[in-house]
């Protein structure tokens, strides 16, 4: 991976960063550039121009490149290009058997070679957990089991051998994602109870970052607020119950997710509030990881926020803004189903108003505790939305397993 901006660069920028990033649009068929001095139609993907002929504005037309790369990876369409966009921008320009590919702690290798190379993996039986363009240590492994099952040499390294081999071999798993089943076996086979389970809560921002501040309310606190009252009713029922930060601390998301997988938690939650500049934007969105590339999916994330996506709105009235694939650091680098929830927009007035009731926080933690306990039910969950409360939850599950120990 090339060495990444530490910066944020936008419309009106200049430079030799600008100039990188511009051939890299022009690789990934973003931006469309004409010869210097032409008329004529623009040049080809395939079409060679050394980068120094770029030009190193930050211009309207690039800020439309970067929105439109943005769309199609996942990221937040801002048309600013920051650390996360610049990866997903330099790994894109990768396909595999460009380069040798290897685990390197402390400078992981990212890419869509890499994403290629987890999904042939999947598809040939070998788990590097999940399709997400980064070699680490799981996706190490799973080319070292590979390159047992092939009698290769075992030294975790995708070159020129390992290639061969992949090319010889054939799909051994069939019917679906290789990782969407696996998931979903991993969550059938591990009961119907929340009881005993660990579910790790992200509260967004945090210390100095307070994040949105609007109608006297500061997102930090509000999530902070929120996942202390989703913590009592999970642990009420016997989950243990992590915080990625307490009220003066705001680790950065790779921070988060690495400690969300130290944990090993069995679910993450993140926590916000949206705001936007259009006054009238308000309601309730919730996001997973997937991306359509390489089959990098999660479907038990899906299916979880989906679950409490129909759970806030049918108990809260707050308008349905759905669920929605995304490939956001603390979603990609996860282990576990991981599953970001934007509960209202502070900038509108109403949302707010709501927000900043005590008993309106009850309810939405209500609603995301109910969903987590629905997604473990399985076939079995014949609940209507909207209808479980908490009070209830433990004489329904005592019926559940009653159900389940009777002799047929």
Same mark, same amino acid.
């Given at each position: 991976?090339?060495?990444?901006?530490? =910066?944020?660069?936008?419309?009106?920028?200049?430079?030799?960063?600008?100039?990188?990033?511009?051939?890299?649009? $022009?690789?990934?068929?973003?931006?469309?550039?004409? =010869? /210097?001095?032409?008329?004529?139609?623009?040049?080809?993907?395939?079409?060679?121009?050394?980068?120094?002929? *770029?030009?190193?504005?930050?211009?309207?037309?690039?800020?439309?490149?970067?929105?439109?790369?943005?769309?199609?990876?996942?990221?937040?369409?801002?048309?600013?290009?920051?650390?996360?966009?610049?990866?997903?921008?330099?790994?894109?320009?990768?396909?595999?058997?460009?380069?040798?590919?290897?685990?390197?702690?402390?400078?992981?290798?990212?890419?869509?070679?890499?994403? %290629?190379?987890?999904?042939?993996?999947?598809? !040939?039986?070998?788990? /590097?957990?999940?399709?997400?363009?980064?070699?680490?240590?799981?996706?190490?492994?799973?080319?070292?089991?590979?390159?047992?099952?092939?009698?290769?040499?075992?030294?975790?390294?995708?070159? /020129?051998? #390992?290639?061969?081999?992949?090319?010889?071999?054939?799909?051994?798993?069939?019917?679906?994602?290789? $990782?969407?089943?696996?998931?979903?076996?991993?969550?059938?086979?591990?009961?119907?109870?929340?009881?005993?389970?660990?579910? &790790?809560?992200?509260?967004? $921002?945090?210390?100095?970052?307070?994040?949105?501040?609007? $109608?006297?309310?500061?997102?930090?606190?509000?999530?902070?607020?929120?996942?202390?009252? @989703?913590?009592?009713?999970?642990?009420? &029922?016997? @989950?243990?119950?992590?915080?990625?930060?307490?009220?003066?601390?705001?680790?950065?998301?790779?921070?988060?997710?690495?400690?969300?997988?130290?944990?090993?938690?069995?679910?993450?939650?993140?926590?916000?509030?949206?705001?936007?500049?259009?006054?009238?934007?308000?309601?309730?969105?919730? *996001?997973?990881?997937? %991306?359509?590339?390489?089959?990098?999916?999660?479907?038990?994330?899906?299916?979880?926020?989906?679950? &409490?996506?129909?759970?806030?709105?049918?108990?809260?009235?707050?308008?349905?803004?759905?669920?929605?694939?995304?490939?956001?650091?603390?979603? %990609?680098?996860?282990?576990?189903?991981?599953?970001?929830?934007?509960?209202?927009?502070?900038?509108?007035?109403?949302?707010?108003?709501?927000? =900043?009731?005590?008993? *309106?926080?009850? #309810?939405?933690?209500? =609603?995301?505790?109910?969903?987590?306990?629905?997604?473990? !039910?399985?076939?079995?969950?014949?609940?209507?939305?909207?209808?479980?409360?908490?009070?209830?939850?433990?004489?329904?599950?005592?019926?559940?397993?009653?159900?389940?120990?009777?002799?047929?």
């Amino acid at each position: 991976m090339s060495d990444q901006p530490v =910066a944020l660069y936008r419309l009106g920028d200049e430079g030799v960063v600008v100039r990188s990033i511009r051939a890299l649009l $022009h690789a990934t068929r973003d931006l469309a550039l004409v =010869a /210097p001095g032409a008329a004529g139609p623009a040049e080809t993907a395939e079409s060679v121009r050394p980068e120094g002929q *770029f030009s190193d504005v930050y211009d309207e037309e690039m800020a439309r490149a970067v929105r439109a790369f943005q769309q199609r990876r996942g990221l937040i369409v801002d048309g600013v290009v920051g650390p996360q966009t610049y990866i997903a921008l330099d790994g894109a320009r990768w396909t595999l058997g460009d380069r040798m590919l290897s685990h390197t702690p402390g400078h992981l290798l990212q890419g869509d070679d890499v994403a %290629q190379l987890q999904e042939r993996l999947l598809a !040939l039986g070998f788990s /590097p957990d999940r399709v997400d363009g980064v070699f680490g240590a799981n996706t190490e492994k799973a080319v070292r089991h590979f390159q047992r099952g092939v009698g290769l040499a075992i030294d975790g390294q995708v070159g /020129p051998e #390992t290639l061969r081999a992949f090319a010889d071999l054939s799909r051994a798993v069939s019917g679906g994602s290789p $990782h969407t089943l696996r998931e979903q076996e991993l969550v059938r086979r591990s009961g119907h109870s929340l009881t005993g389970r660990t579910v &790790i809560l992200d509260p967004g $921002h945090g210390g100095d970052d307070t994040g949105t501040i609007a $109608h006297g309310l500061a997102e930090s606190e509000v999530t902070l607020d929120l996942a202390r009252r @989703v913590e009592g009713r999970l642990s009420a &029922i016997g @989950v243990t119950v992590l915080f990625t930060r307490s009220a003066t601390t705001c680790p950065d998301e790779l921070e988060r997710a690495t400690m969300a997988n130290e944990s090993g938690a069995d679910i993450m939650l993140s926590l916000h509030c949206d705001s936007t500049d259009q006054s009238r934007a308000s309601g309730v969105a919730t *996001f997973f990881y997937g %991306q359509e590339r390489f089959g990098a999916w999660s479907a038990v994330g899906e299916h979880l926020a989906d679950l &409490i996506q129909r759970e806030v709105v049918a108990r809260t009235g707050l308008a349905d803004c759905r669920s929605h694939p995304r490939a956001w650091v603390l979603l %990609q680098r996860t282990q576990m189903p991981t599953v970001r929830i934007e509960a209202g927009y502070l900038s509108h007035e109403e949302d707010a108003a709501r927000l =900043a009731d005590p008993a *309106f926080r009850d #309810t939405l933690a209500e =609603a995301i505790v109910i969903a987590l306990q629905r997604m473990y !039910l399985g076939e079995d969950d014949t609940i209507a939305t909207g209808v479980l409360r908490l009070h209830d939850l433990r004489a329904f599950l005592e019926t559940q397993r009653a159900a389940q120990d009777k002799p047929a």
